[in-house]
């Protein structure tokens, strides 16, 4: 069975699962409806979730495995379910459910029966949560992810740099070949004596990931939450997504900073260091898709170098009007907050400041694992909702950093020493570049 009719029959169970909820909830209400007709009804709908729980399962099961062990360098294929759930958290509908449902402060399990929220667990049932989970939440609607995209790049976000990947497991792994480094052995004849010698199988390296859940809660309150809803969300989904971006980039600078220092030379020249990196440091597939990142400082000091003819080595981008290219690699300025400069206070020559400078393909270094989409859900009674008279709304999401390719990335520190020379005026001088890779 492919994953697209896996995926019908998990939405037409579902479909059967919220009718026999709905039945289920009606009958008990009414005083005169048989105990066994409710026996019945109850052990009906333990039976189909029951079913939709082996199904999910399966489904699990062959998407991973399909993202697996097909997949090299941490990248899985386009699935069907992507496209479908994409253009469903896209729709108007899903917004308004959307809406209504944080409005109400509902949870998941106890919306089943309702018609109004169907296109809610119709998306959960794509992604592969759990539609009948009473603690999950729903998946934040398009719109508002589009919110989240614009914002996310006046943060920084290194997840642009890096490959990113939505799974819908806690855990696993990826395959990384290795690659061959020699090639076959020369036959004195067609059928030689010996038999044609043999090689060793090919090899390959299981990368693994661990998903790590991360959450926040915002309390609103209920005036604001009943009087601007529209607002409400827009908020929503601009404050949870920058908590989401600045998880996202501890972990990715985590594993940057995870590079092994190398030192050079201290009269070696900043801007030939960065030169040789990508001419013979890095693998030449790997140089190629090569980008430049670098904090504030480092781009100031980039963008005041010149060569010989006294042409700047920063070069606009013709595709780009705000992007600069050096030896045709793509220059990445992100602030200084997220990647931080380090001063040296000692005396001597040590004293003075370190540029960070990160080259190299971070696609093939390291992979962002995101399990689903950022979920949201929202409660009136629970925590100190009740007592405050607001409304809690709790954002969570699962991720984790795996790095496939070490070799695929390295680190430069540009240093400049503070010189006091006549008339105490500190100037810079570059005399020494720190390697890390």
Not at 305 to 328: N, Y
Request: aromatic content about 6%; some cysteine.
């Amino acid at each position: 069975m492919t994953l697209t009719e896996m995926q019908n029959n998990i939405r037409e169970l579902g479909g059967q699962i919220r009718t026999a909820a709905a039945t289920l909830a009606a009958a008990a209400a009414d005083p005169n409806t048989p105990t066994a007709t409710l026996t019945q009804q109850r052990d009906a709908l333990g039976d189909m979730n029951a079913r939709m729980a082996a199904l999910q399962s399966a489904y699990n099961a062959q998407h991973d495995g399909e993202a697996s062990g097909l997949s090299m360098n941490g990248q899985s294929g386009t699935h069907d379910q992507d496209s479908s759930l994409r253009a469903m958290l896209k729709s108007n509908e899903y917004a308004r459910a959307f809406a209504d449902a944080m409005r109400i402060g509902a949870r998941p399990g106890r919306l089943m029966q309702s018609e109004k929220h169907k296109v809610l667990f119709d998306a959960m049932t794509i992604a592969g949560g759990d539609p009948a989970g009473e603690d999950g939440g729903f998946l934040v609607p398009e719109d508002i992810d589009n919110t989240i995209r614009e914002r996310r790049r006046n943060l920084s976000p290194l997840a642009d740099l890096f490959s990113v990947e939505t799974t819908s497991a806690n855990s696993g792994w990826r395959v990384m070949d290795n690659a061959p480094t020699a090639g076959m052995t020369a036959l004195t004849s067609e059928v030689p004596a010996g038999g044609i010698a043999t090689d060793d199988q090919p090899a390959f390296v299981k990368v693994p990931f661990t998903m790590t859940t991360y959450g926040l809660i915002v309390p609103v309150s209920n005036e604001l939450a009943n009087d601007e809803a529209a607002n409400l969300f827009s908020y929503l989904g601009g404050w949870f997504a920058k908590k989401q971006v600045l998880t996202e980039n501890k972990l990715l600078k985590a594993k940057l900073d995870a590079l092994t220092p190398v030192n050079i030379a201290s009269t070696a020249d900043p801007i030939a260091a960065i030169k040789a990196v990508l001419n013979k440091g890095l693998d030449p597939d790997i140089s190629l898709n090569a980008v430049i990142l670098t904090n504030q400082d480092g781009f100031d000091f980039l963008d005041q170098q010149k060569d010989e003819h006294g042409r700047p080595m920063l070069q606009p981008d013709p595709t780009s009007a705000t992007t600069m290219l050096f030896k045709g690699r793509r220059v990445k300025m992100v602030a200084n907050s997220l990647l931080p400069s380090r001063t040296d206070t000692t005396s001597g020559a040590t004293k003075g400041d370190y540029f960070p400078i990160y080259v190299g393909d971070f696609t093939q270094y390291a992979t962002l694992f995101q399990r689903q989409y950022l979920e949201v859900t929202s409660t009136d009674v629970g925590g100190e909702a009740f007592r405050t008279n607001s409304i809690e709304v709790r954002g969570i999401s699962r991720m984790c950093v795996s790095v496939f390719d070490p070799a695929a990335a390295v680190f430069r520190e540009i240093f400049t020493a503070k010189i006091i020379v006549s008339g105490y005026r500190p100037h810079l001088q570059n005399i020494v570049i720190q390697l890390q890779n």
